[in-house]
């Protein structure tokens, strides 16, 4: 295959703009998709020691939206950085990349959000309008952020952040020190602003409002310029110390979580050890990121945005219709149909609906 022809397949292929091209990056999108799903099993199954452990350990869960965010900067200027010239110019084709980003999570977006319709008895039609162009998260209330397909809220905000990328790359090559500068500041004031901020919509500002949630995505353009700078610093020694303390650190910090207001946890506590992480992984050198590389796990990281957006759809569909609910075995159920289902979507609607696409809008 020629180089011209290596590289149409890579603009053409379904997942050239994730981290297909990192795998270990891959796999980790599973284990952090997981990490959500734990979030959602907070439910009363009748024993105070699980009840405990839900909260205080499964309910954390939604650090994963954090990872995903960050990870989303950091792969998006990857996959693009071909396009940054000698002379700090952003060459990246627009409309190629607005479509590709559009045809990449709408299709799955516009099935599970009709599928969670047809779940749910009350329709409210300014809630499903909000959801189905993506917009819902803007908007400060629970009925609409977390309506339809509540997952999706973090799908409407990653839909914010593909319109401003193009946008905010070439900002960052030539003000890279104004940047930074900006992001600590936003960062601090963020933190300082909290003790006015009422308590019903804390949430909303630290967590779902893609405004600030920007300073995430912010984050992952920020950390591919550094891995840039570095990658060819990294031996494998050097990696495997990368890795184990990258873990050692999240376990660290999620441990003290604890001590930490929720409002920061939600995002701003997390992303040291979120961007240490992304950062150690995308080395590929030490033995751990072996083992991510295996088919499995990538596959499973592969459907993991499936999984993401059907688990609660699950979830939903066993409680409306009283399946017997078991402590051991009932999670481990969501869990395995969850996985099947994202498997299906994945093969059978996911990938030929997006190559579709990509043929027919795509040159």
């Not at 516009?110 to 300014?126: C, E, G, H, P």
Request: aromatic fraction near 24%; hydrophobic fraction near 50%; charge should be positive.
């Amino acid at each position: 295959m020629t180089e011209n022809r290596i590289l149409r397949f890579k603009l053409l292929h379904p997942y050239f703009n994730n981290c297909s091209m990192i795998k270990p990056l891959t796999s980790l999108r599973f284990f952090f998709a997981f990490f959500v799903f734990l979030s959602h099993l907070t439910m009363n199954f009748g024993s105070k020691k699980i009840d405990w452990i839900q909260r205080n350990f499964f309910y954390e869960g939604f650090l994963g939206v954090s990872f995903f965010f960050i990870l989303s900067g950091f792969v998006l200027t990857y996959s693009t950085s071909k396009y940054i010239s000698h002379d700090k110019t952003y060459n990246l084709d627009i409309r190629k990349f607005y479509l590709t980003r559009i045809f990449r999570i709408y299709p799955l977006h516009i099935l599970t959000l009709i599928i969670t319709v047809a779940i749910y008895s009350d329709f409210k039609f300014s809630s499903f309008i909000a959801a189905f162009f993506l917009v819902h998260s803007f908007i400060p209330d629970f009925a609409y952020y977390f309506g339809y397909d509540s997952p999706s809220w973090s799908i409407s905000d990653e839909m914010f952040f593909y319109s401003v990328f193009p946008f905010l790359v070439p900002i960052f090559i030539r003000k890279t020190k104004v940047v930074l500068i900006t992001v600590v500041l936003l960062s601090v004031i963020l933190i300082i602003i909290k003790p006015f901020i009422p308590l019903n919509y804390q949430k909303f500002i630290y967590y779902i409002n893609p405004l600030s949630r920007l300073l995430d995505f912010y984050l992952g353009i920020m950390l591919y310029f550094a891995y840039n700078k570095i990658k060819s610093h990294i031996n494998i020694r050097l990696g495997n110390i990368l890795e184990w303390t990258s873990l050692s650190l999240f376990i660290l910090f999620f441990l003290g979580h604890f001590w930490i207001d929720k409002a920061f946890r939600y995002s701003i506590f997390y992303w040291i050890p979120m961007c240490y992480i992304i950062l150690a992984f995308s080395f590929q050198k030490g033995w751990l990121s072996k083992i991510l590389k295996h088919k499995i796990l990538v596959y499973l990281g592969e459907i993991s945005f499936a999984f993401y957006l059907v688990h609660l759809i699950v979830r939903s569909l066993y409680l409306r219709f009283n399946l017997p609910i078991n402590i051991y075995i009932t999670p481990f159920l969501w869990l395995l149909l969850s996985l099947l289902l994202s498997a299906i979507l994945f093969e059978f609607f996911e990938k030929p609906v997006n190559r579709f696409l990509k043929k027919k809008f795509i040159k």
